[in-house]
């Protein structure tokens, strides 16, 4: 069986973007937990969002429709989506797909959070961010069939 794991974070040097690492497997019978990450993001005014995926073997096309279908609603909001850290494999299909024509992807984690611009005031709402304290909430875990997705 696959699993996923995914966490959040928000670098000290540009807390306005928001990191999804991921590792593992992403396909169709761990997608769901991705797009329920991603949402949750979304739904809290996050729209500066690196997917760091250095640690992801394999992207399905299940996986590769998450970034797509939500890409229109984060650039709206004045955010971006941009990929980061990904291995030989995983980049090559992504070149394949021609998917550079529409996110951006950097080699490093580093790379793409420097990317956005600090505190343009665009890409995040004002909502209760602030109070988070940089992503140093109690994490709530939850653990489904081998799959571990932390959120903060």
Do not use: C, H
Not at 33 to 48: A, H, I, Q, V, Y
Not at 77 to 105: P, R
Not at 107 to 136: M, N, P, Q, R
């Amino acid at each position: 069986m696959n699993d996923i794991s995914i966490s959040f974070s928000r670098p000290e040097e540009n807390p306005d973007v928001s990191v999804i690492s991921v590792r593992g497997f992403v396909d169709t019978t761990t997608s769901a937990e991705l797009e329920e990450s991603l949402k949750r993001l979304l739904k809290k005014g996050r729209f500066n969002i690196v997917i760091d995926l250095e640690g992801v073997n394999y992207v399905s096309s299940a996986g590769w429709g998450i970034f797509i279908s939500e890409i229109k609603k984060i650039r709206e909001n004045g955010g971006d989506l941009k990929l980061a850290a990904m291995i030989g494999d995983v980049y090559e299909v992504f070149e394949l797909l021609e998917f550079q024509t529409i996110l951006e992807s950097y080699d490093t984690v580093e790379e793409a959070v420097s990317s956005f611009k600090k505190s343009e005031g665009k890409g995040e709402k004002a909502t209760d961010l602030d109070s988070e304290k940089d992503e140093e909430v109690e994490a709530k875990e939850g653990q489904q069939n081998d799959k571990k997705v932390e959120y903060f």
